[in-house]
């Protein structure tokens, strides 16, 4: 089945509005042309208006790093997913782990907000990994499991076709220490399987699967050559442009 790849720029709390700007002009400029991948930048809230204007003749499509799963209300500090669809976000990432370990988001939550997500015409980059820890005692692939079935449990087929999810082993997180391609590649097979069983065998076949984790231009070819990596979510290296099209272009040397 042929998936048409994904490159996901998280910028995290990284980025001014001007730096945003100037930022994604500067990778528009370098993306030039036909492109191959699909393309999504996450900046800071702060920063999706006025990306959404920049990027508005390009097939570059921008992203949230959160958000609520109600619409509007007493809620200090959340942004909802009616405000994401206003600025004309199309993505938004559910789940990150600095997000399950600093501000304790749980699955209970994070089904929310997929389903809002959802609801809303957004669609959810799903993060799922295990720690160092969980690793290391040989418990990723239960770990993933739960992970995937609390929050996806209950969405409907046609909801399934809609999803991105991710891999992201904290362990590989901004240190340089990506997974190796094999091992990506067997978590990403193994996460295939266990959405065959939540939706179906067509939803799992279509759905994309990204590797996240210290992606860099070095390590993307490889990464991107097995069966079930259909795309990456890069932190660190997207907040340069050069670097992120050189990530977005790994085929063209
Ligand atoms: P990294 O971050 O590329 O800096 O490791 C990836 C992520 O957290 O999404």
Same mark, same amino acid.
């Given at each position: 089945?042929? =998936?048409?790849?994904?490159?996901?720029?998280? !910028?995290?709390?990284?980025?001014?509005?001007?730096?945003?700007?100037?930022?994604?002009?500067?990778?528009? *400029? &370098?993306?030039?042309?036909?492109?191959?991948?699909?393309?999504?930048?996450?900046?800071?809230?702060?920063?999706?208006?006025?990306?959404?204007?920049?990027?508005?003749?390009?097939?570059?499509?921008?992203?949230?790093? *959160?958000?609520?799963?109600?619409?509007?209300?007493?809620?200090?500090?959340?942004?909802?997913?009616?405000?994401?669809?206003?600025?004309?976000? @199309?993505?938004?990432?559910?789940?990150?782990?600095?997000?399950?370990?600093?501000? $304790?988001?749980?699955?209970?939550?994070?089904?929310?907000?997929?389903?809002?997500? &959802?609801?809303?015409?957004?669609?959810?980059?799903?993060?799922?990994?295990?720690?160092?820890?969980?690793?290391?005692?040989?418990?990723?692939?239960?770990?993933? /499991?739960?992970? #995937?079935? *609390?929050?996806?449990?209950?969405?409907?087929? +046609?909801?399934?076709?809609?999803?991105?999810? +991710?891999?992201?082993?904290? !362990? +590989?997180?901004?240190?340089? =220490?990506?997974?190796?391609?094999?091992?990506?590649?067997?978590?990403?097979?193994?996460? =295939?399987?266990? #959405?065959?069983?939540?939706?179906?065998? @067509?939803?799992? *076949?279509?759905? =994309?699967?990204?590797?996240?984790?210290?992606?860099?231009?070095?390590?993307?070819?490889?990464?991107?050559?097995? /069966?079930?990596?259909?795309? +990456?979510?890069?932190?660190?290296?997207? &907040?340069? $442009?050069?670097?992120?099209?050189?990530?977005?272009?790994?085929?063209?040397?």
């Amino acid at each position: 089945m042929q =998936r048409r790849k994904l490159f996901v720029a998280n !910028w995290k709390m990284n980025k001014t509005v001007s730096e945003s700007i100037r930022c994604a002009t500067e990778l528009k *400029n &370098l993306l030039s042309g036909k492109q191959e991948h699909e393309v999504v930048i996450c900046p800071p809230f702060t920063s999706l208006s006025a990306l959404e204007l920049v990027l508005q003749e390009v097939s570059v499509f921008t992203g949230a790093q *959160n958000m609520h799963a109600l619409d509007s209300g007493a809620f200090t500090g959340e942004v909802s997913p009616r405000m994401l669809v206003d600025v004309g976000c @199309d993505y938004v990432i559910l789940g990150h782990s600095e997000r399950r370990q600093m501000y $304790a988001e749980n699955e209970e939550s994070l089904s929310k907000k997929i389903k809002a997500a &959802l609801d809303h015409g957004l669609i959810p980059i799903y993060c799922v990994g295990e720690s160092d820890e969980q690793n290391q005692a040989g418990q990723s692939f239960d770990v993933i /499991e739960q992970q #995937l079935q *609390n929050a996806l449990r209950g969405l409907s087929h +046609a909801e399934g076709f809609r999803l991105v999810v +991710a891999y992201e082993p904290i !362990w +590989a997180i901004g240190t340089g =220490r990506s997974a190796s391609p094999d091992w990506a590649d067997k978590i990403h097979a193994f996460i =295939r399987e266990k #959405l065959a069983v939540i939706f179906t065998k @067509d939803v799992a *076949n279509s759905l =994309r699967i990204l590797y996240g984790g210290s992606v860099n231009q070095d390590n993307i070819g490889l990464l991107m050559d097995q /069966e079930n990596i259909d795309g +990456a979510l890069v932190g660190g290296a997207s &907040l340069d $442009a050069k670097h992120f099209t050189s990530i977005v272009k790994y085929g063209d040397k």
